[in-house]
């Protein structure tokens, strides 16, 4: 198991994902945003989930339709990759309704979970390590939960749907999303 934890580090190593000084410089624009809209606090995930507060919403799809944008492009362009994953309703369903639990109890999702730790708060630790024992877990026993899982519904995905306009598709698609971003009201509780 030591090997391949170590082949992981290896295998990342060897890939050409950038300078750890943009990788860094990434994680800091994420960390002041994060900070600055407060979306690691328990409140705003609370507010999210009884729909009072629409931060969380507005960030997610702010954020999907300009990744959603910018991957794609540069994927074209040979600046990144991508692995799709395929669709395997069992394990989304079980695996959702697992994520959806430690969502409802730390009121952390795992993008703000780190944060809350860095900030100190020992319940998302305790957390963090019971979710990592869950993947260990899961992991030596995946052969038994293949049965669980279901079979594979391949890997579709906007591109494979629409062949010929991949690149239009994928535009309108984040547009999509970011002018919903903008429209959903702004919603804030008083959390403080």
């Known amino acids: 198991m030591i090997d391949r934890i170590l082949s992981i580090f290896t295998t990342v190593g060897q890939e050409s994902h950038g300078s750890v000084g943009v990788v860094l410089f990434i994680g800091f624009i994420f960390g002041v945003i994060v900070q600055y809209t407060r979306v690691a606090e328990f409140e705003k995930i609370a507010g999210f989930a009884m729909l009072r507060d629409t931060i969380v919403p507005k960030m997610l799809f702010l954020a999907i339709g300009i990744a959603s944008i910018g991957l794609y492009f540069m994927v074209e362009m040979g600046y990144a990759q991508y692995h799709i994953k395929p669709v395997i309703l069992g394990g989304l369903i079980v695996g959702g309704a697992i994520f959806g ?43 038994k939960f293949k049965m669980i899982m279901g079979t594979s519904l391949g890997k579709p995905t906007l591109t494979t749907i629409f062949v010929g306009h991949e690149g239009l598709a994928m535009l309108l698609f984040g547009i999509a999303l970011i002018i919903i971003s903008i429209i959903i009201p702004l919603r804030e509780l008083d959390d403080k």
């Open 101 to 143: 639990i430690g969502m409802a109890i730390l009121g952390k999702c795992p993008g703000t979970g780190p944060v809350s730790i860095a900030e100190g708060r020992i319940d998302v630790l305790v957390g963090a390590v019971g979710g990592l024992f869950g993947g260990l877990f899961f992991t030596l026993y995946y052969d």
